[in-house]
């Protein structure tokens, strides 16, 4: 059986590597925040910024990549898949969420994304065939009733903010198509490779970003100061760059289920940053949800330790 049609066992290597990747990744919402709250920033040019400090790291990958000894050329086919994943991850989904952020909370932000893993459940299912194991359902089980748990305190639906609606709306396409990209990507980078499929997945979501930040952007909020740009850096390298291979590496490693389960640690890891660098309040159902989710994708990573030994 194809290896990318089978349940795959949990390596330690992979299951941390997704794990640190997915807590980098949680700081996104974080610096994003912190931004439009000390800066007039809008969510596109902060998003070109994001892309335009990633850039070098990515061209530098491809061409470290595409010149390795034994290098094989992609088909048609895999260049398809790889720029249409490339714009339905880091495109697309990056742009609802910034977009959502500005009209809803971080928390409430959070809790919406991360459905995606269900939704990645559903797609390779549905689409791919793929079995789940009663060990996957199990940590989906925690790790969902932990999310949960954890924002009861933050889910405030606002009213009298007349975009609340329609930045939850974002935030949920979003979950969406961040879905339909871990799900394709574990298919495709067992077969090209991970470093070159987030190099060239990247890359297209980049020309992405800057032909429509050449339509609709403002040049002039990109002279506003240091301070944006140090915001584009921390949002570059911390939340972009060095997670996306990480996440990728693991997709090769353990597949595109557990990377989700893991990935659910996202939220948590939110909370906690939000309390330090934020300054809000942590309550005791999101210090039980904490609990839960860790629980969660500690099951999945000792069951799966335990059945290769």
Same mark, same amino acid.
């Given at each position: 059986?194809?290896?990318?049609?089978?349940?795959?066992?949990?390596?330690?290597?992979?299951?941390?590597?997704?794990?640190?990747?997915?807590?980098?990744?949680?700081?996104?919402?974080?610096?994003?925040?912190?931004?439009?709250?000390?800066?007039?920033?809008?969510?596109?040019?902060?998003?070109?910024?994001?892309?335009?400090?990633?850039?070098?790291?990515?061209?530098?990958?491809?061409?470290?990549?595409?010149?390795?000894?034994?290098?094989?050329?992609?088909?048609?086919?895999?260049?398809?898949?790889?720029?249409?994943?490339?714009?339905?991850?880091?495109?697309?989904?990056?742009?609802?969420?910034?977009?959502?952020?500005?009209?809803?909370?971080?928390?409430?932000?959070?809790?919406?994304?991360?459905?995606?893993?269900?939704?990645?459940?559903?797609?390779?299912?549905?689409?791919?065939?793929?079995?789940?194991?009663?060990?996957?359902?199990?940590?989906? +089980?925690? &790790?969902? !009733? %932990?999310?949960?748990?954890?924002? #009861?305190?933050?889910?405030?639906?606002? =009213?009298?903010? @007349?975009? *609340?609606?329609?930045?939850?709306?974002?935030?949920?396409?979003?979950?969406?198509?961040?879905?339909?990209?871990?799900?394709?990507?574990?298919?495709?980078?067992?077969?090209?490779?991970?470093?070159?499929?987030?190099?060239?997945?990247?890359?297209?979501?980049?020309?992405?970003?800057?032909?429509?930040?050449?339509?609709?952007?403002?040049?002039?909020? +990109?002279? &506003?100061? !240091? %301070?944006?740009?140090?915001?584009? #850096?921390?949002?570059?390298?911390?939340? =972009?760059?060095? @997670?996306? *291979?990480?996440?990728?590496?693991?997709?090769?490693?353990?597949?595109?289920?557990?990377?989700?389960?893991?990935?659910?640690?996202?939220?948590?890891?939110?909370?906690?940053?939000?309390?330090?660098?934020?300054?809000?309040?942590?309550?005791?159902?999101?210090?039980?949800?904490?609990?839960?989710?860790?629980?969660?994708?500690?099951?999945?990573?000792?069951?799966?330790?335990? !059945?290769?030994?």
């Amino acid at each position: 059986m194809p290896e990318p049609d089978r349940i795959k066992k949990i390596s330690l290597a992979g299951f941390v590597i997704t794990f640190l990747g997915a807590v980098l990744f949680s700081t996104k919402a974080i610096i994003v925040k912190s931004a439009f709250a000390k800066t007039e920033v809008d969510a596109l040019t902060l998003l070109t910024l994001r892309m335009v400090f990633s850039l070098p790291f990515y061209l530098l990958a491809a061409f470290l990549v595409s010149n390795k000894q034994g290098n094989v050329k992609l088909s048609a086919k895999q260049w398809l898949s790889i720029i249409l994943l490339g714009l339905f991850g880091y495109y697309l989904s990056s742009l609802f969420d910034f977009v959502g952020l500005q009209y809803i909370s971080a928390g409430l932000e959070r809790l919406i994304l991360f459905l995606y893993p269900t939704f990645v459940v559903f797609i390779n299912i549905g689409l791919f065939k793929q079995r789940i194991s009663p060990t996957q359902k199990l940590a989906l +089980l925690l &790790t969902y !009733a %932990g999310i949960g748990l954890a924002y #009861i305190g933050e889910l405030r639906v606002d =009213t009298h903010n @007349p975009d *609340f609606y329609w930045g939850s709306f974002l935030i949920f396409l979003c979950s969406i198509t961040y879905a339909v990209y871990i799900s394709g990507s574990g298919r495709i980078i067992p077969i090209v490779g991970g470093t070159k499929f987030t190099a060239y997945a990247m890359l297209a979501s980049t020309a992405g970003i800057f032909i429509h930040f050449m339509v609709q952007g403002s040049y002039t909020e +990109l002279k &506003t100061g !240091a %301070g944006l740009w140090g915001y584009g #850096i921390l949002l570059a390298i911390l939340a =972009t760059v060095i @997670p996306s *291979f990480m996440i990728s590496n693991g997709l090769k490693r353990i597949g595109s289920n557990n990377v989700a389960i893991i990935s659910s640690i996202g939220p948590v890891s939110t909370i906690v940053q939000a309390h330090f660098i934020l300054g809000e309040k942590i309550f005791i159902t999101q210090v039980i949800g904490t609990i839960l989710v860790i629980g969660g994708v500690l099951l999945i990573g000792w069951k799966s330790q335990t !059945a290769e030994e």
